[in-house]
């Protein structure tokens, strides 16, 4: 749909509707006429964020009909390729989502790659309606010298290997070293370092590729540091992801009890979820273990330590300068943040005061800056990995997007200023939150969208829909995947996992999938 279309449509109809109150919903026949064209929608991206918008829209409306657009031949995004393979249980969405593609009045269009193989207003020109979203499938760069050395990577792309990211199957990591150093403290960050020191044994029933498998069964890394440039009062991982590690077999937390001095006054005034959180580092820190825990910890090979107060400056070089041989860190201290809430009441202001790095008690909060005191310290390590945090990407110059926030700006999904086009997940919110998260998130611009299409702000005649775009795909040499020949591919998967005792054996060459596929 050309935007000249669309001049009747003016952003503040948007803000004028409201969603109706809970409980006056009307029948589906009361909404929407059956005289009027189904709707044609289509959503860009295939992860938890397309899948549950199109879950809204279909359950929502009687006859919409759903395309959705992926640019792998697999559906699913982070949960096939970001979710650790050890968290089967996390998976079990992908049964919703295929309940959601096997519906008549859903179809899903792999191999498309959106922003080159059809354009976002060709998009909008085939349908009623378009949802981006795509995700953020960026790493935030460290942007320090020698980041480029071999043995530094992004999480992301180590992730994305023992995952079967197929763009990621030759990423081949030296495991050789003894020390690995993860900069980040969220849960990626546990997900990776719990995979760089589970015993190889335990994952080989998981989904994790045989190749990543027989690369961590050779891994001599003994030693995990988990580095954040905070204290422990900032941490972004959660209390679930914590306790798997401080049980982890085989392993032993080190924890510097001098970061948490003064801790236990403080943890009284934060919210119940960091203060669990807290008290659980604060515990594993601080306290003797039992008897048991003891003998377990005395029996253990690896460790795995968290470092605070420590931001990354430079990756040191091997002398032949081949590949990664540290990390020099700055050493840090947090700042207070002096901009707040106009209304803050007098009483609450923290004491703008610079405190050092022991001595976390000082008011911080989740807000605090990390400032360098001019120390550093040099950390030997044989792999880097980055995890400081993913980020969108703009897949098509006539789509906005915000730069500095990484994301489509956009008013509770609505794309700001572009009729009819819409986001959901974290393209539209940024990088961050569970599938929980990304489903509310979801249905909310699952919701918008039906609102507009009900109060007549989206096109009203047909719209070809797929055909169209097919079409266009055709003549540029591009043939999309449909869910069934994603259900042969799974159904191959399956089958080569069976042998192992696996779930699945995850095909990672899209050449080898298209032959499967015969094409
Ligand atoms: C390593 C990792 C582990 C995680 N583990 C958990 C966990 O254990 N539990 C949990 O609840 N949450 C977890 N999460 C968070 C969860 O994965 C996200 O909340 C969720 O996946 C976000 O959904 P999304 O659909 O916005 O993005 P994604 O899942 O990334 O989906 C985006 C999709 O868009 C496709 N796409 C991108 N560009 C294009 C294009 N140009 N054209 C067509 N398609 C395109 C991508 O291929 C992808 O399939 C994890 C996240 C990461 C990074």
Redesign the pocket.
Known sequence: MAPRCWRWWHWSAWRRTRPPPAGSTPSFRQQFSTQEQPPQICV????????YTAQHLLKHHPRAHVDI????LV?????R????PD?PE?KNVINTFTQTARLDRCAFRGN?????DVAVSELRAAYHAVVL?????DHQALEIPGEELPGVFS??AF?GWY?GLPENRELAPDLSCDTAVILGQG??AL??ARILLTPPEHLEKTDITEAALGVLRQSRVKTVWIVGRRGPMQVAFTIKELREMIQLPGTRPILDPADFLGLQDRIKEVPRQRKRLTELLLRTATEKPGVEEAARQALASRTWGLRFFRSPQRVLPSPDGRRVAGIRLAVTRLEVSLVLPRDTPFSSLPTPTWCCPHSPQQGVGEAARAAPTGDTEDLPCGLVLSSVG?KSRP?DPSVPFDPKLGVIPNMEGRVIDVPGLYC?????RG?K??????MTD?FLTGQMLMQDLKAGLLPSGPRPGFAAIEALLSSRGVRPVSFSDWEKLDAEEVSRGKGAGKPREKLLDPQEMLRLLGR
């Open positions: 860009v991206g295939s992860g938890p964020a397309g899948f657009y992926e640019k792998q559906p699913f995004g982070l949960v390729f970001g979710v650790a968290h996390v498309v790659v959106v922003g080159r979203s795509y995700g953020a499938e999480a992301r992730v995952n849960n990626v997900d990776v993913y897949i959901s997940g974290w393209v539209k990088p939150g569970v599938i929980a998260t990304t979801s």
